[in-house]
């Protein structure tokens, strides 16, 4: 389960500096108001609301604009904008060619976003006039399912669908689906030459023997900032989280803000945890500056 947001007991801001306190006790403010002590929860749901409405305010002005797209190792991967899944099914089709297109997802939202998807890759794959084959697979949501056992569900249902060395899996979820999905596309062991009776595309990738394409959609704010990032999968163990896994880099990771309208308060605290997190990280690492 995701470890909920830390809530500090206090805070003491001075008028040149702000520090936390590790004190427990409250401390009172003197007659110039120099010193102030912030214990109650309506001071820290201030400061979270206030760090939402910053969010909220960059989404809608991103809004306004098509796609935004950021370059990561040398290339455009991540897309963010709203109401992307249109946008999505037209990019995947166009840029990565494959027989089958296998979407991966948990029940809770396939009940909110897979129809949506379902209908953009249909309307796409007649518009282009192909035969690839859109799939799609749902799981049990939550972090039991990031396990040796699900991997191994989600191998056995491309295999039985004789999906070949050129097949595309995209993951639609947050961090459970977006690392477990990974490391499957990361160690899927398919050679296309034993499914020749599909006529499957042959693609340059089936030169490499282990893995195939993938791409992150993310649908959670913790995921969009941080696991769908970077390119880190891995499951679950008895021993330990996290404890198995690869280094298998997305094709594309689409950001669609509009995802966000349905995360629950808790999930949502949860991301921008992370988002807050990483300014004081930054301040600290040397900054590449232009002579």
Known sequence: MMAPLYRPTCYVRNCTRSRRSERSSPQHSDSHGRCRVFTEDSEWQRSTHLLEFILLTFLLVMAETDVYKVSILGKDSIHCGFHLV???????LD??????????TDTNIASLHLDAFKQGFKEELSRLGKQSRFLAHTITPGETSKSREGKAVIEDFLLLNK??????VLALGGGVIGDLVGFVAATLYVPICSFFHLRAVVHPYR?????????????TLLAMVDSSVGGKTAIDTPHGKNLIGAFWQPEYIFIDAAFLETLPP???SNGMAEVVKVSPILSFLPLQRDP
């Not at 249109?86 to 995947?92: E, F, S």
């Not at 840029?95 to 991966?104: N, Q, R």
């Not at 999906?163 to 595309?168: E, F, H, I, M, S």
Request: net charge positive; proline share 8%; with cysteine.
């Open 266 to 268: 808790r999930e949502f």
């Open 163 to 168: 999906c070949t060395r050129d097949t595309v």
């Open 207 to 219: 030169r490499s023997m282990r893995g195939v394409r993938f791409v992150q959609i993310p649908t």
């Open 95 to 104: 840029t990565l060619p494959a027989s089958a297109y296998v979407l991966v």
């Open 86 to 92: 249109p946008y999505i099914a037209r990019t995947v």
